[in-house]
């Protein structure tokens, strides 16, 4: 294999993941497509995902933070619908210089006397990602390209060695405290196998999940951009969907209203893999050198003919002898 | 998760963060004192670039968060079990070559000395291994697939490997039977010993925790001269002056490599360097670098004459050792906890590779440059 297919293999575009895992004749890769535009934040994936997939419960504390007391994914949260409270001002570009009066972060009175406050929702969830890092580094297969093209993990083969943990890009992917193993969004791979959609995408009232093959997601979002920014909403951007991007496209993007770090979500993902070869090849180097800094530190070192006097008579017959 | 962060003076005692993307110093919401010294950093660096007046080719990047919560997850790993992991796998990898360099040159209490203390660590990095998962029969389940994509599966065949040759090496060293089984135990241990030593920097390099994976060229030559530093301390510990003229060396080099591998490191990381240099990170490792360069120091003047000043001196060298591999860990746990280091480095990147398209759209033979060098800087 030249180095190109493994470049190739580890990042890079992909078309056909699910082929390349080893199916043929396998249905269409599927994702999600969550238009955020259109959330209204009332935590229905969170709650049929819970149900569905049977996952315990993690905590019903409140954060004080926002109204999102679920802080986040993880192992017992697969959907994560995030809230985000903003006042114009801090998303505004800088007033000119003059402006010393106003303090960061406070509202400031719009010119009929509104002051302008916005939320964003936005549901997130594990994007099973072309080339997924969790998959490449789990020591044990636990974690599977589906025929679908998704990723799911295996809880029976699943090792708790939570190698995958801090290999998704995203922070998706998280061990269940109470027994060690990872577990995350498996896009209900039971549901699909029945045909049947996601019980995210079945419970949200607006459409703003959306399942279906990725090809045709993918036309659908490009048309909603298109819209929302004829419409004057220019901050409208699809995330996820590029598959020239770090983890060659997601299988589940988003369409977004900001930046994806106000939502939570890194701006540049790169699967860990992708450096994977250079990574040997410096771990090779280093080997070597430490074989050789070694050697160095023997070779020039007198003492071992000073020494007993008998290492010269025979240094490799009594070393190895003995 | 459980138990909620909420008393009756607000969040931690503070009041939370009622933006997801304040302006102030801070990322705000609940990790604000965490998250405070590198938003203020960042800050830092946006008003000194306003005061010199020019707009830089790409504008800073201005950092904003989901209320300061960290974008990847930290790993879940406890730091005595995969710190103490990396520094018992490299004291053991690189004593295995002590070892056979001792046995080569006909420095009998070294050689057994380190085939002994490489027994001993093997078996400790195991154990720590085993701790980590849980249960013993989950490090067999490790050996269920071998996948190269996977360090931690290459880790854990290679362990597999190497513990059975370092084992033999040290038994039959020690009841003195079967010599040749022994010299060929011995070799296949120090063949595979800087493999142990150098490959768990790639165990941490390949994950998305920032201080490690934009490490990922300069921690596996930290990492085996780390290993070399214990393992030469263990030497002058365990052996006789007289024995010791190659510890010795071998500390020096390691130290020397040592200070090269953080400087790189440091120069090349950018905004994540400070990972390293702050909280317990940084007291681990400035102490790490003290304690190395110390204790080649001392070896190298009292070490030839001196039993005791030998002894010191590999102790400080084992604890230098110790300290950088709990250092890089606590480095790695505090970039992942603050969403500062994956977010702003990251549109940095973003905003650069943005800018690099727009020359080559003007054309040139710059422009070409440019993106080269832009896929350079991606790749980093």
């Given at each position: 294999?030249t180095?190109i297919?493994?470049?190739?293999?580890?990042?890079?575009?992909?078309?056909?993941?699910?082929?390349?895992?080893?199916?043929?004749?396998?249905?269409?890769?599927?994702?999600?497509?969550?238009?955020?535009?259109?959330?209204?934040?009332?935590k229905?994936?969170?709650?049929?995902?819970?149900?569905?997939?049977?996952?315990?419960?993690?905590?019903?504390?409140?954060?004080?933070?926002?109204?999102?007391?679920?802080?986040?994914?993880?192992?017992?949260?697969?959907?994560?619908?995030?809230?985000?409270?903003?006042?114009?001002?801090?998303?505004?570009?800088?007033?000119?210089?003059?402006?010393g009066?106003?303090?960061?972060?406070?509202?400031?009175?719009h010119?009929?006397?509104?002051?302008?406050?916005?939320?964003?929702m936005?549901?997130?969830?594990?994007?099973?990602?072309?080339?997924?890092?969790?998959?490449?580094?789990?020591p044990?297969?636990?974690?599977?390209?589906?025929?679908?093209?998704?990723?799911v993990?295996?809880?029976?083969i699943?090792?708790?060695?939570?190698?995958?943990?801090?290999?998704?890009?995203?922070?998706?992917?998280?061990?269940?405290?109470?027994?060690?193993?990872?577990?995350?969004?498996?896009?209900?791979?039971?549901?699909l196998?029945?045909?049947?959609?996601p019980?995210c995408?079945?419970?949200?009232?607006?459409?703003?999940?959306?399942?279906?093959?990725?090809?045709?997601?993918?036309?659908?979002?490009?048309?909603?951009?298109?819209?929302?920014?004829?419409?004057?909403?220019?901050?409208?951007?699809?995330?996820?969907?590029?598959?020239?991007?770090?983890?060659?496209?997601?299988?589940?993007?988003?369409?977004?209203?900001?930046?994806?770090?106000?939502?939570?979500?890194?701006?540049?993902?790169?699967?860990?893999?992708?450096?994977?070869?250079?990574?040997?090849?410096?771990?090779?180097?280093?080997?070597?050198?430490?074989?050789?800094?070694?050697?160095?530190?023997?070779?020039?070192?007198?003492?071992?003919?000073?020494?007993?006097?008998?290492?010269?008579?025979?240094?490799?017959?009594?070393?190895?002898?003995? | 998760?459980?138990?909620?962060?909420?008393?009756?003076?607000?969040?931690?005692?503070?009041?939370?963060?009622?933006?997801?993307?304040?302006?102030?110093?801070?990322?705000?919401?609940?990790?604000?004192?965490?998250?405070?010294?590198?938003?203020?950093?960042?800050?830092?660096?946006?008003?000194?670039?306003?005061r010199?007046?020019?707009?830089?080719?790409?504008?800073?990047?201005?950092?904003?968060?989901?209320?300061?919560?960290?974008?990847?997850?930290?790993?879940?790993?406890?730091?005595?079990?995969?710190?103490?992991?990396?520094?018992?796998?490299?004291?053991a990898?690189?004593?295995?070559?002590?070892?056979?360099?001792?046995?080569?040159?006909?420095?009998?209490?070294?050689?057994?000395?380190?085939?002994?203390?490489?027994?001993?660590?093997?078996t400790?990095?195991?154990?720590?291994?085993?701790?980590?998962?849980?249960?013993?029969?989950?490090?067999?389940n490790?050996?269920?697939?071998?996948?190269?994509?996977?360090?931690?599966?290459?880790?854990?065949?290679?362990?597999?490997?190497?513990?059975?040759?370092?084992?033999?090496?040290?038994?039959?060293?020690?009841?003195?039977?079967?010599?040749?089984i022994?010299t060929?135990?011995?070799?296949?241990?120090?063949?595979?010993?800087?493999?142990?030593?150098?490959?768990?920097?790639?165990?941490?390099?390949?994950?998305?925790?920032?201080a490690?994976?934009?490490?990922?060229?300069?921690l596996?030559?930290?990492?085996v001269?780390?290993?070399?530093?214990?393992?030469?301390?263990?030497?002058?510990?365990t052996?006789?002056?007289?024995?010791?003229?190659?510890?010795?060396?071998?500390?020096?080099?390691?130290?020397?490599?040592?200070?090269?591998?953080?400087?790189?490191?440091?120069?090349?990381?950018?905004?994540?360097?400070?990972t390293?240099?702050?909280?317990k990170?940084?007291?681990?490792?400035?102490?790490?670098?003290?304690?190395?360069?110390?204790?080649?120091?001392?070896?190298?003047?009292?070490?030839?004459?001196?039993?005791?000043?030998a002894?010191?001196?590999?102790?400080?060298?084992?604890?230098?050792?110790?300290?950088?591999?709990?250092?890089?860990?606590h480095?790695?746990?505090?970039?992942?906890?603050?969403p500062?280091?994956?977010?702003?480095p990251?549109?940095?990147?973003?905003?650069?590779?943005?800018?690099?398209?727009?020359?080559?759209?003007?054309?040139?033979?710059?422009?070409?440059?440019g993106?080269?060098?832009?896929?350079d800087?991606?790749?980093?």
């Amino acid at each position: 294999m030249t180095e190109i297919d493994l470049r190739d293999l580890l990042s890079g575009p992909e078309a056909d993941p699910a082929g390349r895992a080893g199916y043929t004749g396998h249905p269409e890769r599927v994702g999600f497509f969550t238009d955020t535009s259109v959330c209204i934040g009332c935590k229905a994936c969170e709650v049929a995902c819970k149900e569905w997939n049977a996952i315990p419960e993690d905590g019903l504390s409140l954060t004080g933070m926002s109204y999102d007391n679920t802080q986040g994914l993880g192992g017992s949260t697969w959907r994560h619908v995030a809230f985000i409270e903003q006042s114009a001002v801090t998303r505004a570009p800088a007033p000119p210089e003059p402006a010393g009066a106003v303090t960061p972060g406070a509202e400031v009175p719009h010119p009929d006397g509104r002051t302008e406050l916005r939320w964003l929702m936005s549901s997130d969830v594990c994007k099973h990602c072309t080339h997924a890092a969790c998959l490449d580094v789990c020591p044990t297969g636990s974690l599977f390209r589906t025929e679908f093209g998704t990723v799911v993990v295996q809880e029976d083969i699943c090792n708790g060695c939570g190698y995958c943990v801090p290999a998704c890009p995203y922070g998706v992917i998280e061990q269940r405290p109470s027994d060690g193993r990872a577990f995350k969004c498996t896009m209900c791979y039971d549901r699909l196998g029945e045909g049947m959609e996601p019980a995210c995408a079945k419970a949200c009232p607006t459409d703003s999940i959306q399942f279906g093959p990725l090809d045709e997601l993918r036309e659908r979002a490009a048309g909603r951009v298109e819209q929302l920014r004829e419409a004057g909403v220019t901050d409208a951007r699809l995330y996820g969907e590029d598959p020239e991007d770090g983890v060659g496209g997601d299988g589940a993007f988003f369409l977004l209203l900001d930046e994806p770090e106000v939502y939570g979500l890194p701006p540049d993902p790169v699967v860990t893999t992708r450096d994977l070869p250079r990574m040997w090849t410096h771990a090779g180097v280093a080997a070597l050198s430490l074989l050789g800094g070694i050697a160095t530190a023997f070779l020039s070192s007198p003492a071992a003919r000073r020494g007993a006097g008998t290492a010269r008579t025979g240094v490799f017959g009594r070393g190895l002898g003995r | 998760m459980t138990d909620s962060d909420v008393t009756k003076d607000g969040v931690r005692g503070e009041r939370a963060g009622r933006e997801a993307t304040p302006a102030g110093p801070g990322p705000g919401g609940t990790s604000a004192e965490r998250s405070g010294p590198a938003a203020g950093k960042t800050d830092r660096k946006r008003r000194r670039g306003k005061r010199r007046g020019e707009e830089p080719m790409v504008p800073r990047a201005e950092f904003g968060s989901y209320y300061g919560r960290p974008v990847i997850k930290a790993p879940g790993w406890k730091a005595t079990d995969i710190a103490g992991y990396f520094f018992a796998g490299g004291l053991a990898g690189a004593g295995s070559v002590l070892a056979a360099g001792a046995q080569l040159s006909g420095r009998p209490t070294t050689a057994k000395a380190m085939k002994l203390s490489s027994l001993a660590a093997v078996t400790a990095s195991t154990a720590a291994l085993i701790h980590d998962l849980g249960r013993p029969e989950r490090f067999a389940n490790m050996l269920r697939v071998f996948k190269p994509t996977s360090p931690m599966s290459v880790g854990s065949w290679l362990l597999a490997a190497y513990g059975p040759a370092a084992g033999a090496a040290a038994v039959l060293e020690t009841t003195g039977r079967l010599p040749r089984i022994n010299t060929a135990a011995t070799g296949t241990a120090a063949l595979l010993g800087p493999v142990v030593a150098a490959y768990t920097a790639v165990l941490a390099a390949d994950t998305a925790v920032p201080a490690w994976h934009e490490a990922h060229r300069e921690l596996p030559y930290l990492f085996v001269s780390s290993a070399t530093a214990a393992a030469s301390g263990m030497a002058l510990v365990t052996a006789p002056v007289r024995e010791n003229a190659p510890a010795r060396r071998a500390a020096l080099l390691a130290a020397a490599g040592e200070a090269a591998a953080v400087r790189l490191k440091r120069r090349r990381l950018g905004m994540i360097a400070e990972t390293y240099e702050r909280g317990k990170a940084g007291k681990l490792m400035r102490a790490a670098e003290l304690l190395t360069a110390g204790g080649a120091l001392g070896a190298a003047v009292l070490g030839r004459r001196y039993r005791s000043g030998a002894a010191v001196s590999g102790l400080a060298l084992l604890a230098g050792s110790a300290c950088t591999r709990f250092g890089v860990f606590h480095a790695g746990i505090a970039s992942a906890e603050d969403p500062a280091y994956t977010v702003v480095p990251q549109r940095e990147r973003r905003e650069r590779r943005a800018a690099e398209a727009a020359a080559r759209v003007a054309g040139g033979a710059d422009g070409d440059s440019g993106a080269r060098d832009g896929q350079d800087g991606q790749h980093g």
